[in-house]
Nanobody
């Protein structure tokens, strides 16, 4: 069973930047697609970015051009670089690993494991 631990969430002013990190342990990291989701109270969890095992990426329209997902397989870590942050980006951000290996992102992300979440708050 994989364990995912996020870090990097904090309070930031609008227009600022943050980088979230998610370190995975427990099974082969490089074989699995990874994703970042976010959730606000009363809303469904939204997939904002994903990266395939082969490093192909996919983004929600709301973050395209502002967020960048990347992975370092040597460190078992996936990152989410968030630039030009807006108050509407305020949410709990969750790291996720795909249920099956060798899948590509784009469309529905079939989550096998979740991290515990990290709070990002963007003030206006």
């Amino acid at each position: 069973q994989v364990q995912l631990v996020e870090s990097g969430g904090r309070l930031v002013q609008a227009g600022g930047s943050l980088r979230l990190s998610c370190e995975a342990s427990g099974r082969s990291f490089s074989s699995y697609a990874m994703g970042w989701f976010r959730q606000t109270p009363g809303k469904e969890r939204e997939n904002v970015a994903g990266i395939s095992w082969g490093a192909g990426t996919h983004y929600a329209d709301s973050v395209k051009g502002r967020f960048t997902i990347s992975r370092d397989n040597a460190k078992n870590t996936v990152y989410l670089q968030m630039n030009s942050l807006k108050p509407e980006d305020t949410a709990v951000y969750y790291c996720a690993q795909a249920r099956r290996p060798w899948t590509v992102v784009g469309g529905t992300f079939d989550v096998g494991s979740w991290g515990q979440g990290t709070q990002v708050t963007v003030s206006s």
